[in-house]
């Protein structure tokens, strides 16, 4: 069973609103790599990787908090998972 994912971040802001399916979800501590869940050569993907770039922060994060919360709009449970980056 797979879980729906969020993210938010006070080093960069994300444009999408929709989840990500985690096949399982993110602990505090984990480390992960938002730019292999966007389609391989998508404007979206490469839009992510000039921002990252330009802000100079690294592609991986690491998970600092979690939190279970309910979309009412969408009638959907979600992961909120904020995610620390590091300066290059």
Not at 26 to 45: C, T
Not at 48 to 57: Q, S
Not at 70 to 77: A, H
């Amino acid at each position: 069973m797979s879980v729906k994912v969020r993210f938010y971040s006070y080093d960069i802001k994300f444009e999408f609103l929709n989840s990500i399916e985690f096949p399982v979800a993110p602990q505090v501590g984990d480390e992960v790599n938002l730019i292999s869940f966007f389609k391989h050569e998508s404007a979206e993907r490469i839009e992510y990787y000039e921002n990252m770039e330009d802000l100079g922060l690294y592609n991986n994060a690491l998970v600092g908090e979690r939190t279970w919360c309910n979309d009412f709009e969408k009638n959907e449970i979600y992961l909120l998972v904020q995610l620390k980056y590091k300066r290059k």
